[in-house]
């Protein structure tokens, strides 16, 4: 049995769900996992350091399944940006046929890409942001709710009304985004009108994600409340896991803190070592809401067929059930 929905169809993947870029997390090993087991998983381009090195984490993926897999390109305001036209190249010569957009201002690499015959999904984390990605002519929407780990935006708009009302407006695939870890969650997104979920938090804690083991065991230790939401004063706001580094942001930021102030606590480096070490207090770290859904780590494979089993088992099973037994009741 399958989920047959306008993603699965679009882009060519088995099942109704995606594995979204994670800086030092989406990585070749996580992502063929992810791909093997029939669901869409994405390698973060800029984890890699250089271009270079993206066409061999690529390629080493591709050493890992012959299944489809995409990578992440997230576009960031940055002093010094990274070359993202040579990144782009390195995707585009590849031979990948599917990218996730994320960040600002897509349309030249959107362009580029389709021009090659790419497939692009664009993440972003409102309605007219999706729907002038719709207008750029990308083929589907990733829309992140306010839960999710990362960049949520500035609206504040929880999943449950984000995902019809972006569901009521946009035309192409949608792929709901933020808080999703179970098939509760997949049949949910379904029914507020997206065609599959994607999920960050809940791929982090799998046996085949490269990030140390005391941070997935803490991840099954926290609720949905160990998050906090940094940047916020920098219109930039960021949902990370709460530590005594993303407290220390908080109550600096409430004091008036400009970026300067709290940029050695947030640096990239810091976050990097938490997941190669396993100390969860070193630095920032990306996790979102959802950690209070995950109780254990689990192969990609044994969460992807559980999340779709189960969520056929609730769509055929419980909510069939109460259609009939209406229909009983009425007749
Ligand atoms: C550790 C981590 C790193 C992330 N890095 C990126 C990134 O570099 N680019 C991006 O577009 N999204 C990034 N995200 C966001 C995810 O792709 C996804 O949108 C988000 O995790 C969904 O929310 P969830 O964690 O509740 O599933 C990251 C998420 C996590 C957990």
């Not at 999703?180 to 997104?189: E, N, S």
């Not at 997206?194 to 809940?202: C, H, I, L, P, S």
């Not at 409340?225 to 916020?232: G, K």
């Amino acid at each position: 049995m399958a989920l047959k929905t306008r993603f699965t169809e679009t882009f060519g993947v088995e099942h109704p769900v995606v594995q979204g870029g994670m800086q030092w997390v989406g990585r070749a090993e996580l992502v063929a996992a992810v791909a093997n087991a029939g669901a869409l998983g994405f390698i973060t381009a800029l984890t890699q350091p250089t271009p270079e090195k993206l066409r061999a984490e690529i390629d080493r993926c591709r050493s890992l399944t012959d299944k489809p897999f995409g990578v992440n390109l997230t576009i960031l305001p940055a002093i010094n940006p990274p070359p993202y036209a040579e990144y782009r190249q390195a995707i585009i010569e590849s031979g990948v046929t599917i990218v996730e957009t994320a960040g600002n201002k897509p349309q030249e690499h959107v362009d580029e890409f389709k021009k090659h015959g790419v497939k692009v999904l664009h993440k972003c984390t409102s309605v007219r942001h999706a729907l002038s990605a719709e207008r750029m002519g990308v083929d589907g929407i990733s829309i992140d709710g306010l839960e999710c780990a990362g960049h949520p935006g500035e609206d504040d708009v929880g999943g449950l009304i984000l995902i019809p009302a972006a569901a009521d407006k946009v035309k192409i695939p949608i792929i709901a985004s933020g808080g999703f870890g179970d098939a509760r969650g997949l049949v949910a997104a379904l029914a507020l009108g997206a065609d599959g979920v994607n999920m960050g938090t809940r791929f982090m804690c799998t046996v085949e994600s490269p990030i140390h083991q005391k941070i997935k065991e803490q991840i099954v230790e926290n609720d949905e409340r160990a998050t906090d939401l940094i940047f916020r004063t920098m219109r930039n706001t960021a949902r990370v896991a709460k530590n005594a580094v993303s407290q220390e942001v908080v109550a600096l930021e409430r004091q008036g803190a400009t970026f300067e102030q709290v940029r050695e606590l947030v640096a990239g480096t810091r976050g990097r070592v938490v997941y190669e070490t396993g100390d969860p207090d070193h630095g920032i770290w990306s996790a979102g809401q959802v950690q209070g859904l995950i109780h254990d780590i689990p192969t990609c494979a044994e969460l992807i067929h559980r999340i779709v089993g189960e969520a056929e088992e609730i769509i055929a099973g419980r909510l069939g059930g109460m259609v009939a037994k209406r229909a009983m009741a009425t007749a």
